[in-house]
């Protein structure tokens, strides 16, 4: 993963500054009526689409990703005056915005995003794995409803056996994952690919890190845990609004 240019200062292809404006730079590229923007077409579109989230898919979006790539330290900048980062996973050709760091007022993400629940961050966790297990081998990590039940059977709560209930969670927290496009729809009604943003999402330095969050959601008395393992999620992606 890539969180942002920390040696670049300025765009693939542009000149450095000091020399003459880039296509990035030039302020006659007005676009409407009273523009003072600075960004040619292409970039404000860039912008446009990683503000909009929940995150850049290069594969399916080659343009796109390209113009990212060859822009992504103005992108940066720009960014950075709203308390974001640009991160690039070039191997998986994912990119996705993320809070900064800082501890000051009024710096939180610009729109609120809604929590994830319990079930929803056990589904996560266990998908973050099958994605890093199956990396490499070309071919698509893929989930079916019926797996998904699996999953969050096996971290039911002691004593929890309505099966109607894990039905209706597992249903919950599929639509959610879907709408944060961590799932992806197949030509199965019932099967899902598992999205690479996933590995961005949930940045874990190793899966081996993972068992114990999900034992610490297990276990009784691990609500801090089951917190901050739903807001690094929370933070990272919100709810597609299209």
Do not use: C
């Amino acid at each position: 993963m890539i969180p942002g240019p920390e040696s670049d200062t300025h765009d693939a292809g542009t000149p450095a500054p000091g020399a003459v404006p880039g296509i990035a730079y030039r302020s006659e590229r007005a676009l409407f009526a009273g523009d003072t923007g600075t960004f040619a077409l292409d970039i404000r579109q860039s912008l446009v689409r990683l503000l909009r989230g929940p995150y850049i898919d290069g594969t399916a979006d080659p343009a796109l990703w390209t113009t990212i790539l060859t822009h992504r330290a103005s992108l940066q900048q720009y960014l950075s005056e709203i308390f974001l980062l640009l991160s690039i996973d070039p191997e998986r050709k994912i990119a996705l915005l993320q809070p900064a760091e800082i501890d000051a007022v009024h710096t939180q993400p610009i729109v609120a995003r809604k929590p994830l629940r319990r079930e929803e961050t056990l589904l996560a966790l266990r998908l973050r794995m099958l994605l890093d297990r199956h990396a490499g081998t070309g071919t698509d990590v893929t989930i079916t409803r019926s797996g998904a039940r699996e999953i969050l059977a096996e971290h039911r709560r002691p004593g929890a056996l309505d099966d109607k209930r894990l039905d209706e969670q597992t249903d919950a927290a599929l639509a959610r994952l879907l709408a944060l496009k961590l799932l992806l729809p197949s030509e199965l009604a019932t099967e899902y690919r598992v999205s690479n943003a996933l590995a961005l999402a949930l940045p874990f330095d190793s899966i081996d890190q993972i068992p114990a969050y999900l034992a610490a959601l297990d276990a009784d008395g691990a609500h801090e845990i089951e917190r901050e393992t739903a807001a690094e999620l929370e933070l990272t992606l919100e709810d597609d609004a299209e």
